[in-house]
């Protein structure tokens, strides 16, 4: 079964330094792997995705990922964290034989100035 | 549209009533989800559609719960009888076909059910 784990429910970093939000996932195929930011109040919003290729995606405002195949993770990263980034991030995965996307329980990212 | 549209952005409803959302997704998407976000949890899986494909009901929680697509485009998330774990925020997402497209969301319908 597809499943995606999230081990940390809540991340706290200084403004500045660098930040790290776990993610592991479980599929039988290959996987598509996505990370999401929400705001509060509002929907989920896109930050990259890992197809095929370079296993370090880059992404938006300055996030990027590295998916490692052996560890079977997709650890979300950022060299210097602001205060802007605080919200909630969420790791999904896809089976790419299947349709459905599969989400982690979200990690709180909190940036203290 | 621009983006996913999802209409009404909040409901309050009493318990037993039925409540619709409407989701209209990017133009030219083809698969749509239906989602929900209960208060400090994870996105739970309701539904999908893709074209004109039947959809996959497999996380609807009760049979309470349907869905429907007219014209492959909007799309309606009926509750009926609504009691008050159905409390939540219903996210609506679409994508294009095929391929290794990410999900695009909606702002979400937040229904409270008193």
């Known amino acids: 079964a597809q499943s995606v784990a999230q081990p940390e429910d809540q991340v706290n970093v200084a403004e500045g330094n660098p930040l790290t939000v776990k993610c592991t996932y479980s599929?039988?195929?290959?996987?598509?792997l996505f990370w999401y930011v929400q705001y509060p109040n509002r929907g989920l919003q896109f930050l990259l995705k890992?197809?095929?290729?370079?296993?370090l995606v880059k992404g938006s405002y300055g996030f990027e990922a590295e998916f490692n195949k052996s560890q079977t993770s997709f650890h979300l990263k950022k060299p210097s964290a602001l205060v802007s980034d605080s919200a909630l991030y969420f790791c999904a995965v896809r089976d790419g034989g299947d349709n459905k996307f599969y989400f982690g329980s979200g990690t709180k990212l909190n940036v203290k100035p | 549209g621009a983006g996913v549209s999802q209409s009404p952005s909040n409901k309050v409803t009493e318990k037993g009533k039925d409540v619709e959302l409407r989701c209209d997704p990017i133009s030219g998407h083809t698969a749509l989800y239906w989602y929900r976000q209960s208060l400090g949890q994870g996105l739970e899986f309701l539904i999908y559609?893709?074209?004109?494909?039947?959809?996959?009901k497999s996380g609807l929680p009760s049979d309470r719960f349907s869905a429907e697509r007219t014209g492959g485009s909007v799309s309606t998330l009926t509750i009926q009888r609504t009691q008050q774990e159905d409390s939540a925020v219903y996210l609506c997402?679409?994508?294009?076909?095929?391929?290794?497209?990410?999900?695009?969301f909606g702002e979400g319908s937040r229904l409270t059910v008193l």
């Open positions: 599929v039988s195929g290959n996987p598509y």
């Open positions: 890992y197809i095929t290729g370079d296993n």
């Open positions: 997402a679409s994508r294009s076909a095929g391929g290794s497209g990410e999900l695009f």
């Open positions: 559609f893709q074209g004109n494909s039947a959809p996959d």
